[in-house]
């Protein structure tokens, strides 16, 4: 399994940016997807999670109303777009993948910081 994100970079605050994440060695199509997000010093933090089909999605509290997780199954690619976003946004962001019988994979991590 290979998770490769992208898109990370230096935005004001109130920029966007958007993540992308392209996954392989496992059939994409068949498994929820998550964003996952580190600041420093602090714990990993889940920041949003997609459903198989894209159908069902959900945010943490803290990104609500302005983050998008979406995917395309066609390019086994999640993306996270991220609006109005504000400093305490910074961390490195991951991509994430579950399963119960083969375990788990991260990604290397994009660095995202929001700074004027």
């Known amino acids: 399994v290979q998770l490769v994100e992208s898109g990370g970079g230096l935005v004001q605050p109130g920029g966007s940016l958007r993540l992308s994440c392209v996954a392989s060695g496992f059939t994409f199509s068949s498994y929820a997807m998550n964003w996952y997000r580190q600041a420093p010093g602090k714990e990993r933090e889940l920041v949003a999670t997609?459903?198989?089909?894209?159908?069902?999605?959900n945010y943490a509290d803290s990104v609500k109303g302005r983050f998008t997780i979406s995917r395309d199954n066609r390019k086994k690619t999640v993306y996270l777009q991220m609006n109005s976003l504000k400093p305490e946004d910074t961390a490195v962001y991951y991509c994430y993948w579950w399963d119960s019988r083969r375990g788990d994979s991260w990604g290397q991590g994009t660095q995202v910081t929001v700074s004027s």
């Open positions: 997609i459903t198989s089909a894209g159908g069902s999605t």
